[in-house]
């Protein structure tokens, strides 16, 4: 018990909420009850398989459980059909309403914010590993396998270790095009893949209470490439707004303790980070783009749940406007929701992005994890803004794939190389 | 439990990528997942894991995606558990929740050398290089993991548990 006194992060405080306790320790194992079950095309269909084997019959709340078929669809071949076809006709049995069929979807993690299904001290489950983006709202939000989204589906609960948490305080203002995607790249790159391993990572200071909540998806989106299972903000004013835009109030806001205990510290200065590029096959191999010298592209791929939302587009057609791609570049933007797509196309963004000489495709995870929409050959190499570049992800083994965010991928696109947008505009 | 095979040796930062990669996920058959297994890492994996069923791998074992198809492609080749000087959580989750037993050792994950015949011990938490004769001490794993261990896996763990509370 605790007496109202020890003092609790963020995530020990959300993790002893849900587990009918007053304090947890670092370490401890907990049961504890879920807020919102995610999974997706390709790992619904054995958490479906595995749950049936429980023999639980129904869901434990067919409110709680949210499917949505973004990796390999619009279907990209028989085999990813049949899949798509488990979530659709589980959803109908199990009468689960947030199953979302392509004409209403998105990419999951863009979506479910979007459609004000994770609150502010949530606890969310979701079998992929980008579910941690949902600590952008102050949720503690992790990735995890199809068994446990089959056990959480029948009882509403799930096991979790308590994690320590890492505490990233960053203060200065960004330099011009900086996102959350260079500061995550940054800081991935200064902790390493494993940097965060079974952490929480718990982002702060006066530069990410500046950041949009756009920028702060992205960088909740890539604690996972620091091998950390959440990635955090506190719930500020920009968050609240972000709700009450869904309608949403009346939610339990969580802070870490003045005198909580974090593992270690972290004082960023943002004034000296520049534009970032992840080279491969590491999330952590982050370095200035403007020193990478001549590094000639083939395809750049602009979307994905890291980065396919409005402030990722409005970027990219700053730079694409009355430009055109490089030759030979093949440029493929993906918005990560309808919602995005509506928005860009009345903006007039997508217009911008096909005069350039871009694509524009419907929302899917599609080429970031080398499913379809954009898969590279032997020898070929690609930036995007997506999260991972290790060996094999966007195709052929053989095949390179370097990271950034929105304003590095459009003036590559534009200069055929990797670029900085002084370089095009 | 004992265990006892020969190694398959590999380095850090193992993602689940190179392990099964994503173009094959598009199915849950275990026979065909193995097929896959990494095939672009290690193109002689499936030939070495006819002899040899146990992996020693690095840093970070597992790192990246939630995918289960990761774990299960690995379980369905015939290994019987992994050694690394850490994993990462998710792939952690996985495997214990599937079945598949892991165990953390930084001296073991440094000594043994590829093709060595190693012995673990899961009950008493050792694991014993029998070509050079050195022996590790592993850690206990918390109690309500060796449960969900000892049960055959989560899902077999959660049914039984709910068939007592009914």
């Known amino acids: ?425 | 439990m004992i265990i006892k095979d020969k190694v398959i040796k590999y380095g850090n930062n193992v993602d689940t990528d190179v392990i099964i990669p994503a173009r094959y996920l598009n199915t849950t058959d275990e026979a065909e997942l193995a097929s896959h297994c990494f095939e672009d890492l290690d193109s002689d994996f499936k030939e070495k894991a006819k002899e040899r069923k146990i992996i020693v791998g690095g840093e970070n074992f597992g790192c990246g995606s939630s995918r289960e198809h990761a774990p299960l492609s690995i379980k369905a080749s015939g290994i019987k558990a992994i050694i690394a000087k850490s994993f990462a959580r998710i792939f952690y989750r996985n495997s214990i929740n599937t079945g598949l037993p892991l165990l953390v050792s930084i001296e073991a994950s440094e000594h043994i050398k590829d093709s060595d015949e190693v012995e673990i011990d899961l009950d008493n938490g050792e694991i014993k290089d029998i070509t050079t004769g050195i022996t590790f001490k592993v850690p206990p794993l918390p109690d309500f993991i060796q449960k969900v261990i000892s049960s055959g896996g989560y899902m077999k763990f959660t049914k039984k548990q709910l068939a007592k509370s009914k």
């Open chain 1, 1 to 425: 018990m605790n007496d109202g006194k020890k003092p609790q992060t963020m995530a020990q405080k959300i993790l002893a909420d849900h587990s009918g306790k007053e304090f947890v320790e670092e370490g401890e194992i907990v049961n504890a009850s879920v807020d919102i079950v995610l999974g997706n095309d390709i790992t619904m269909p054995l958490a479906i398989e595995e749950f049936k084997k429980i023999g639980a019959g129904k869901v434990f709340d067919n409110t709680k459980i949210v499917m949505v078929p973004d990796h390999f669809t619009p279907n990209k071949d028989i085999k990813s059909a049949q899949q798509c076809k488990i979530l659709r006709d589980f959803a109908g049995e199990q009468d689960i309403i947030n199953y979302f069929e392509i004409g209403e979807m998105g990419i999951e993690h863009a979506l479910l914010p979007e459609k004000g299904l994770v609150l502010p001290g949530d606890l969310v489950i979701g079998a992929d590993s980008h579910t941690c983006t949902y600590g952008a709202l102050g949720a503690a939000s992790t990735g995890v396998g199809s068994t446990d989204v089959a056990v959480a589906m029948a009882t509403g609960k799930l096991w979790f270790m308590v994690p320590s948490t890492l505490k990233f305080d960053y203060k200065g203002s960004l330099k011009k095009w900086v996102t959350g995607k260079d500061l995550i790249l940054y800081t991935i790159g200064m902790i390493g893949v494993d940097g965060a391993l079974y952490r929480s990572m718990e982002f702060s200071g006066p530069s990410v209470r500046g950041l949009s909540m756009d920028s702060r998806f992205s960088m909740a989106n890539m604690a996972i490439e620091a091998g950390g299972k959440f990635g955090i903000f506190e719930v500020d004013e920009k968050v609240e707004e972000y709700m009450r835009s869904k309608g949403k109030t009346g939610y339990k806001i969580y802070k870490s303790d003045s005198g909580a205990s974090f593992e270690k510290v972290f004082n960023i200065d943002c004034t000296d980070i520049e534009l970032q590029v992840a080279t491969p096959h590491l999330p952590s191999n982050a370095r200035n783009a403007m020193d990478l010298g001549e590094i000639k592209l083939d395809q750049v791929v602009i979307g994905s749940c890291t980065n396919g939302r409005m402030e990722d587009l409005e970027m990219a057609a700053k730079i694409f406007k009355g430009k055109k791609v490089s030759k030979s570049m093949r440029t493929i933007i993906i918005p990560a929701t309808q919602k995005i797509y509506l928005e860009a196309m009345k903006k007039g963004l997508l217009e911008i992005f096909i005069n350039a000489g871009c694509v524009v495709s419907t929302p899917t995870c599609g080429p970031c994890l080398g499913g379809h929409m954009g898969i590279l050959a032997e020898g070929e190499r690609a930036i995007a803004t997506t999260n991972r570049n290790f060996v094999g992800r966007m195709g052929h083994p053989e095949s390179e794939v370097y990271l950034s965010g929105p304003a590095v991928a459009a003036a590559s696109a534009i200069a055929g190389r990797i670029a900085v947008p002084g370089e095009v505009i």
